[in-house]
């Protein structure tokens, strides 16, 4: 805080005016505004000046009209506030419950009292004193001062106010001061520290997880899969039981499938593996079929049981040697590790998407150089232009190339056969996702500027070059070419005619282009 | 606190985790969830190739996709979920659920995924709808609010609202102090769950600190059933009124001639421009944007015809797609606001709303006699006559001498069934009018706004078709003055004098897209506080007297 020697300067509770009646008329008149602003912290804190406060402030300007535009000591912390409005915002909002003996801050006090009696809101906690606070940062006042508000920048004094954010420090209008914020001695935001100060818009709305859009979540992921090991560990025991089961049925089955025409008691047998339930063991549904699961022996009914293989190794599908009967619970656990390390078939479309997928990644890594060459090129700050031309044109011909292939690639996954319902939704909806990547992607593809004639030494390299650009600029019309057949189609589709006219036209367009440059290419050639 | 945004934070996360094809797997509700805030261009370039509902059980098996769940922990999902880990369809599950999961269900997933299939599991509380980015709604209008009494939760509604509500507190993070209407025994009751739910999961509300605990405001429909009567002046809240919006879509099939693809339209102020503009203004503005609206695309459609070199054809298809947005946009909305105003027109709507205003807002003399002229008139529906008599019997229902009845006898007359006046009786029941008459003088019991309003008032526009304020608005403003008194408006627990920086409003039996407006409009105009706003559902006025239709039948 300095303190210059060429601005005027009070104190209050010193005399410091000449005329003492015009004091009194000043006094008078805070008086009445510090009444009005106990008002207007009771009710209208929550509006911002220009809606509420209107009336108050410009009572206060026309008192204030003739009197010159000062700067105020604030009698408690020596802050250095312009106007008299000011310092009793400044008093009011930093000096609340100060014990001071200055008469106005009794006043506003006793006002205070007054009306907390009346609205019923005494307030029970007393604020402890305000500490200082760090000002060091703060921006010097001029005469000539703008709102620091991006975009606001509305000139500073007395009509919209003038004030430093306590947070950074910089001048504001009042609007962009309406904000409240807990700070710490050293003027940081902190939830923690019982004091309210005045901030700016800016410090209030960026500070640590105001603009969070992140809710909260919990992962149960570990927990999840601490209590499915625990259970697997169970079921392993289990598993390994019925597995055993399994390979000595099959065993059995191998047995009498040698012996056949042997009478066996088959029955007896199967039994020395599992012991079966008595039937009576079990009462429930009298009705249905009941069968004995050879696996775990217990009685099942017939919508629960289900024909199984039976392998003597069951990890080994060529000693297959018939099937049984057993409860879909046991079939389950039974095969779990067959099931879960078959090697499945991998569908074209999968394989395709791959291919897909590829393309993409190269063209992921190209494309940011592209851009970086191109932006080097056309800002003219290219080092080796030739050189860096040529890698351009390498990089978008490989661009073209890959762009080309996603769309081949596209199309055949939408025409590959298929009689599921599920895999006819998924190959369509590839192949839109595939145009999407495309129109984000290769329609905002740069053209390259036209080369610089510099480097052009005779006419050989120009014929190879003009052909090059043709066949070039024919990749580019085909592409708009196949993509506004695609418009005009749906257009089409959807019956919109004014569209399909448009369309049209440009496609007679594009397509004289190309006979034209057909025709140039042949020529040359 | 924009609660679109969260909602599709969530998804992102849910989808750009896991590279490769997925299959995007929902149940009934957030299916509603998902399809409020994402779109399929969003998921299909997170490679969401299929996207099914969990309740579908003829599912094949693609073994080669990976499978992203969203579900809510119903008992019902949550067993779907489990058939599904029993014989897995697809190579490997990423479980998110949308609330609170309990131990036993986290075991019985565990226990059943033997095949090791499931890689990850996370709550995601997304248990809600995001309509507007400061408006939610937790859809339940299909649900019996109350039990035995008006003054009983049913118990199903009661947990289905707790669990909601307490999702949207998760998702904002905010762990806030609870206030409730002291005459509204489903408020306390909600109040006092909620209480109970952070203290039980204080981990979960374990967030950072703020400067001032949030307010979370409990307020009851039956307070204020002025509201969803009135007809509707700003766009989005005068096609749910005279449409009706469900889940973000507009229904307009029943114009006759319609395109077909204009039959069932999208309104999303997230991907839709215009609307995002226009949304909350009034009838008589949005009629000059949108000729604008349809200039701008002249232009566009004129320059876009004289292709004349090579440069502009490229230029022409760069911008083809954003043309074809633009088109199909603007004849979604020529198309919509084109029947509005001849839904006004037809059924004189603009007359009836004068009247539904000076009877919210003022009292007239004339009243009576304006009712009676309007429910002679032919060319008025049924439905606004029934409103009428309804909001008279609102602002005179509690005096001694009073016409409801003979009004009553007047609609009959006007062949106006004998049943469809049953809801004046019942309506009658639903707002306590017998309650309030002795009351009138404590603030919360008078339901009419007294007509100050200081925004109006500084703004200096009056409109005469938008006089009236909700009382959420006017609420609000008390509580931003410290006006709100604590024997109105108790706290469930503790209390504190700062003023609030961040306010949930929770509404029981529904709010309104006019109150989700005039919170917008709050927002805008106080840059310090930040106020979100949701019910149970979103009333029109249709909705609004089933929905009393409902309660009066407890």
Known sequence: MSNTKTRPKRTFGIKVQE??????????????????????????????????????????????????????????????????????????????????????????????????????????????????????????????????????????????????????????????????????????????????????????????????????????????????????????????????????????????????????????????????????????????????????????????????????????????????????QCKRIVFRKKVMNAKEKIPSVVKLYEQIKFNQSIIETILPQYNDILLHINSKSSKNYPQDYQNATKYREKLIKNFHQIDLLSKRILKLPTNSKYYRTLQNNIAKGSVIYLQNNMITLKMLPEKNDVTIINEDIENTKRIKEIKDTLDVLNDQYTLLQGYYQDALFRRKFDNVKTLEESIQDVTDEIQKLKTELEEIS | MDIVKISQTYVQKMINNTPGMKVLLLDDFTTLYISAIATQSNLLSKEVFLIDKIENTSRERMKHLKCICFLRPSAKSVQLMIDELRNPNYGSYYLYFSNILSKSQIERMAEADQQETVRELQEFYGDFCAVNSNFYSLNLQSYQIYGDSLNTWNNDTFKRTVEGLRAVLLALKKRPMIRYEKNSALGKRLASEINYQIQQESQLFDFRRYDTPPILLILDRKN????????????????????????????????????????????????????????????????????????????????SVNIESINDMKKFVEEYPEFKKLSGNVSKHVTLVSELSRLVSKDSLLEVSELEQNLACVNNSNDLKEVQNLIKRGNIT??????????????????????????????????????????????????????????????????????????????GVENVYTQHTSKVADTIQSLLKGKLRDQLYPYIEGSIRDRPQDIIIFMIGGATYGEARDIAQLNEEIPNVRIILGGTSIHNTQSFLDFVKNAASV
């Open chain 2, 224 to 303: 204020d059933p002025v509201t969803p009567l009135l007809n509707q002046w700003t766009y989005q809240a005068m096609v749910h009124e005279l449409i009706g919006i469900n889940n973000g879509r507009v229904d307009l099939s029943r114009i006759s001639d319609i395109k077909p693809d204009l039959k069932e339209i999208v309104l999303s102020a997230d991907q839709d421009i215009f609307f995002k503009n226009n949304m909350y203004l009034n009838f008589g503005d949005l009629g000059v944007n949108i000729k604008n609206y349809v200039n701008e695309f002249q232009n566009r459609h004129h320059n």
């Open chain 2, 382 to 459: 049924d439905e606004s006559k029934i409103k009428l008599v309804l909001l008279y019997t609102i602002r005179y229902g509690s005096q001694n001498r009073n016409e409801v009845n003979a009004l009553k006898n007047l609609l009959i007359q006007n062949g106006i069934s004998e049943d469809r006046t049953k809801i004046i009786d019942q309506f009658i029941r639903y707002v306590e009018l017998d309650q309030r008459q002795n009351e009138e003088t404590t603030a919360i019991n008078t339901i009419f706004d007294k007509g100050k309003n200081v925004f109006k008032g500084l703004k």
């Open chain 1, 19 to 328: 005329n003492n009646s015009k004091f009194e008329e000043k006094f008078i008149n805070t008086n009445n505004i510090i009444h009005n602003e106990v008002e207007y912290n009771k009710r209208n804190s929550t509006l911002s000046p220009n809606d509420n406060n209107n009336n108050n402030f410009i009572s206060f300007e026309d008192s204030y009209q003739n009197s010159n535009f000062e700067f105020y000591e604030c009698p408690i912390c020596n802050e250095e506030i312009l106007g008299l409005y000011q310092l009793n915002i400044h008093l009011d909002t930093v000096h609340t419950e100060n014990k001071s003996g200055n008469v106005i801050l009794s006043l506003f006090k006793k006002t205070q009292k007054i009306t907390e009696e009346i609205t019923g809101t005494t307030k029970t906690n007393e604020k402890p004193t305000q500490p200082v606070i760090d000002k060091s940062h703060w921006q010097k006042s001029t005469n000539d001062d703008k709102c620091s508000y991006p975009e606001c920048e509305k000139p500073l004094g007395i009509r919209n106010g003038k004030q430093n954010c306590y947070c950074c420090g910089k001048l504001f209008c009042d609007m962009h001061t309406n904000f409240s914020m807990r700070l710490s001695e050293s003027a940081k935001p902190d939830s923690n520290s019982p004091f309210w100060y005045k901030v700016c818009q800016s410090c209030y709305t960026s500070r640590e997880g105001y603009n969070n859009t992140e809710g909260q979540r919990r992962n149960l992921t570990n927990a999840f899969i601490e209590a499915r090991k625990n259970n697997i560990e169970k079921l392993c025991l289990e598993e390994n039981l019925l597995i055993l089961r399994l390979e000595k049925l099959a065993q059995l089955k191998a047995e009498i499938n040698e012996k056949k025409g042997i009478s066996i008691n088959q029955k007896a047998l199967e039994q020395s593996i599992v012991q079966w339930k008595e039937d009576a063991s079990s009462i429930q549904c009298s009705i249905c079929r009941r069968h004995h699961c050879r696996l775990c022996g217990k009685l099942i009914c017939s919508n629960c049981i289900e024909d199984i293989p039976l392998f003597t190794d069951i990890e080994n599908d060529k000693t297959y040697s018939g099937s049984t009967k057993s409860c879909n």
